[in-house]
């Protein structure tokens, strides 16, 4: 501190002016190892400068930056996030987002870029539980995840695929522990006995009509207190949850065979095509023959 007269001047903290790439680093996994495993395809540590920003409607892949030192910030689905040291964030790049550095403390950062099945129904959990930053986990575990992808992208082996499937595996769940559940509410241990015989019915039997009276009479319940207790413990209304489960069996059905909008939405219940689009995009975000286009890319 410099004392001049009997005023005292605290030494202002430097911001750096430009971004500095400490390391960069990129694979190409086969396509055979990017249907199979988690792979990461680029790699980096960064040390941003106030200029360091991104925004972008569509991006392959999915990110996990870890905010080392200083701060930045993300908008994910429509909202902001600030982004502390110690804290992840995990970008969805098959979705509108953005994140930038604090200006003022731009952050150093750990970042990866991945693919691998069912990548989307994984971010949604994760969502859903709770992120996309997560602030309560282990900082120097992750740190230390990141550190041995890093060496295995840096010296290339015969089994790179596996190891690096197997970090981004141990990545992954150290991201869900902090979140508030960490594993979807209709896993069956979480179904108590009154509701059992009514979800089973509705998980088998999603593509046929479903009337909550059935549905009701099923558990020995009145309708109203069927559909108190179902949002209660599932977390959705019936008719939703069935929604999620027809467009979840569509997901897959597009993925993985080339029949068409009007057998696929017939085979998961819905004898509109019409209706059958609306829900799929309303749920997962694009239409029926945009998620297909894109899932084929990764095949």
Known sequence: MTVLGSVFYAPVPRVRTQTK???????????????????????GHVQAGPD????????PGHEIILCL??????????RNYDVKP??????????????????????????LLFEGP?????????????GPVVHGCDATQKKLIFEHIFALLEDPQPSLALHVH????????????????????????????????AVERMRIYHHL???????????????SHFIRTFKKVMGKSPIDWVRHERINHA?????????????????????DQFYFSRDFKALVGVTPTDYRNREKLKR
């Open 69 to 78: 030192a200083g701060a930045g910030h993300a908008r994910i689905n429509g």
């Open 21 to 43: 790439h400490i390391k960069s680093l990129t694979y190409a996994p086969s396509d055979h190892c990017l249907q199979a495993f988690y792979s990461v395809m680029r790699a």
């Open 52 to 59: 360091h920003h991104f925004e972008r409607d569509n991006h």
């Open 251 to 271: 997901q897959r059905r597009l993925a993985e065979t080339d029949d068409s909008m009007k057998q696929i939405a017939r085979q998961v219940g819905y004898n």
């Open 86 to 111: 110690g804290a992840a964030i995990w970008v969805n790049g098959h979705h509108p987002h953005a994140y930038w550095a604090d200006a003022t403390d731009p952050w150093e950062v750990y970042w």
């Open 118 to 130: 069912r990548l989307e129904d994984v971010w949604k959990m994760f969502m859903e539980g709770g």
């Open 209 to 223: 009509p479903l009337r909550i009276s059935e549905l009701s009479a099923l558990v020995g319940m009145s309708p």
């Open 166 to 197: 197997a970090e981004m595996a141990r990545l992954i769940a150290l991201l869900f522990f902090p979140l508030k559940s960490a594993e979807p509410n209709e896993d069956p241990k979480h179904i108590p006995e009154t509701l059992r015989r």
